[in-house]
Structures are given as structure tokens and as C-alpha cells.
T-cell receptor
Framework: NAGVTQTPKFRVLKTGQSMTLLCAQD?????MYWYRQDPGMGLRLIHY???????AKGEVPDGYNVSRLKKQNFLLGLESAAPSQTSVYFC??????????????FGQGTRLTVV | KQEVTQIPAALSVPEGENLVLNCSFT??????LQWFRQDPGKGLTSLLL?????REQTSGRLNASLDKSSGRSTLYIAASQPGDSATYLC????????????FGTGTRLTVIP
């Protein structure tokens, strides 16, 4: 029962460095999401995808890029990391937008620190 | 914009007590509402999902209700246990706009043995 798996779990970056966070789901879900969680602010949507080859901006997309080349994978990239991007990043997936199968499943998170 | 509020931010109760966590949202045009549990340093675990046409959902000692017209949901936990200690988050999926969940900031629950 892998569900949603995020890689890596922890990372420390220096300002200006780049990195890619990988999210993989094995539930054949169409929809995938990247959120960030900051103290006192709840989870906020960065980018999302409604299917293979498609991506869209969420609430806080600046400084991030994403790609969905395969249905099961959703990558989040930071081209030039900034201290303001220090956060916990969560990936989620769901089967479809409407109907009963809209429960969202989350990964375990990636704790990123930018120094 | 959808805003989700959870009150109180923190709650401590003695073991065995029944308790209610509250969630309110500003836009009633939602597909569903989901309650999650988050343990420190961990991810989110889905507890209950209530569709917009439903009034409540139950799972074991948990019961979630939804009053869409008033923009409110409650999570009732019966006979609380120390293992229930965690942060509880509610999230709503709205009908229009970006396809995502809007989260509250959570209620941190501590059950004292």
C-alpha cells in the first residue's frame, strides 16, 4: 500500500541552489497537487495537474515549476531557492474532481530548509 | 475566496471525554468537506469525507457532520484516548475555480491520560 510517496523527506539548500521534489502515486489518480504548509497559514496550493501532460497554477506558484510527464509522477522544481521557500511540502492526489471518488490522499511531506 | 476557520486552535481534554471540533467556511458552493489528522512531523491522514449532499459520516468513534447552508462542520470524537492527540484539519473542495482543497489552520488536540 504505497499510496503517495514523496522524495526526499528532508533537504537543506543554500540560497540560489536548485532542486526537484518527486511525487509518485500508485492509485491511478488523475489529479495531483503540490501544497506547502507554513506555521499559522495552513496548507496552500502551489500547482496542480488534472492529468498527464497538464499543469496549472494554484494560490502561491511564484518561484516554482512543475511537470507531469507521466500520470503517476508529479515533479516540483525550485530553480533558485530562497529562504522564503523554507517550508514543508506535501503532494496529494485524487481520482476525479466530482462525484464520490474525490477523496484526497497525501504523501508524508518533504521538509525543506533554505539557508 | 473560500476561507476556512477552525476554532479553537488548541484543545486539551482528559482521557475518556467526548469532544467536538469545529470548522466553518465562507462559501457554501462546495463539492465536499474532508477531515484530516496530522501527527507531528508527519503527513495528513484522511479521516472522513462528507459529500455536499450528505449530512454526516461516521467511522468508529468519529462522527462528522456538515451543514452546508450555514457553512459549518463538526468532528465529534467519542471516548477520547491519548492516541487521538494530533492536529485535526478540515478542508473543503469548492465547486468553481482552481481544483483544490481549502484548508483551515487546524485544531491541536491533546488528550491527557
Amino acid at each position: 500500500n504505497a499510496g503517495v510517496t514523496q522524495t526526499p523527506k528532508f533537504r537543506v539548500l543554500k540560497t540560489g541552489q536548485s532542486m526537484t521534489l518527486l511525487c509518485a502515486q500508485d492509485m491511478n489518480h488523475e489529479y495531483m497537487y503540490w501544497y506547502r504548509q507554513d506555521p499559522g497559514m495552513g496548507l496552500r496550493l502551489i500547482h496542480y495537474s488534472v492529468g498527464e501532460g497538464t499543469t496549472a497554477k494554484g494560490e502561491v506558484p511564484d518561484g516554482y515549476n512543475v511537470s507531469r510527464l507521466k500520470k503517476q509522477n508529479f515533479l516540483l522544481g525550485l530553480e533558485s531557492a530562497a529562504p522564503s521557500q523554507t517550508s514543508v511540502y506535501f503532494c496529494a492526489s485524487s481520482y476525479s474532481r466530482t462525484g464520490m471518488n474525490t477523496e484526497a490522499f497525501f504523501g508524508q511531506g518533504t521538509r525543506l530548509t533554505v539557508v | 475566496k473560500q476561507e476556512v476557520t477552525q476554532i479553537p486552535a488548541a484543545l486539551s481534554v482528559p482521557e475518556g471525554e467526548n469532544l467536538v471540533l469545529n470548522c466553518s467556511f465562507t462559501d457554501s458552493a462546495i463539492y465536499n468537506l474532508q477531515w484530516f489528522r496530522q501527527d507531528p512531523g508527519k503527513g495528513l491522514t484522511s479521516l472522513l469525507l462528507i459529500q455536499s449532499s450528505q449530512r454526516e459520516q461516521t467511522s468508529g468513534r468519529l462522527n462528522a457532520s456538515l451543514d452546508k447552508s450555514s457553512g459549518r462542520s463538526t468532528l465529534y470524537i467519542a471516548a477520547s484516548q491519548p492516541g487521538d492527540s494530533a492536529t485535526y484539519l478540515c478542508a473543503v473542495k469548492r465547486v468553481t475555480g482552481a481544483n483544490n482543497l481549502f484548508f483551515g489552520t487546524g485544531t491541536r488536540l491533546t488528550v491527557i491520560p
